[in-house]
């Protein structure tokens, strides 16, 4: 039976990652990284493709990427914070499986990822005031992509994906 992939979009921060990990466990799929498969493929980190090839570069193989993972099935794909920047992304998504948005107040966000320096648009930027703008920015990409919306701000892992199963009529192994 083909089971309908799971991706899980929303800023840094918002709980992806580890939400994806939780998911996996509940329904039994498989769990992929977007970066971590970018960072495989190319065999340099995020950070270095932006230092060196730029975001337009980045953002392409973001969107090859998601082709290739339309072509699988039980996947819960954590995406990377800037998928939904790209109109075709949200297209990509839609016809490979349902797509949730996972929110958090930039406060939480900085909360979350204020020791990582593994954000290339937060460098030199890691405040609360910038990331409460950049989200504000791409609020309107995420919203236009996501089936349904999770809020994530004083939620554990397994409420969140509780949630998550429960508004999109899932049922876990």
Do not use: W
Not at 11 to 37: H, N, P
Not at 57 to 86: M, Q
Not at 99 to 127: F, Q
Not at 133 to 139: A, F, W
């Amino acid at each position: 039976m083909d089971r309908e992939n799971i991706f899980l979009i929303g800023f840094m921060g918002a709980g992806k990652s580890t939400v994806a990990v939780a998911l996996k466990e509940r329904l039994g799929y498989k769990r992929v990284e977007m970066d971590q498969r970018i960072e495989e493929n190319r065999g340099m980190t995020i950070s270095d493709i932006f230092a060196r090839y730029g975001e337009a570069y980045f953002r392409n193989l973001e969107s090859n990427t998601l082709i290739e993972l339309g072509n699988e099935t039980g996947l819960v794909i954590s995406c990377g914070g800037g998928v939904v920047l790209r109109p075709e992304n949200a297209e990509y998504m839609k016809r490979g499986g349902r797509v949730v948005l996972l929110t958090a107040r930039p406060e939480t966000v900085y909360e979350r990822v204020k020791d990582s320096d593994e954000r290339p648009i937060l460098n030199g930027h890691m405040n609360v005031e910038f990331i409460r703008q950049l989200l504000e920015k791409r609020r309107p990409f995420y919203e236009a992509a996501a089936d349904i919306q999770v809020a994530t701000d004083g939620k554990t892992p397994e409420e969140i994906c509780g949630e998550i199963i429960e508004r999109l009529g899932m049922s876990a192994v």
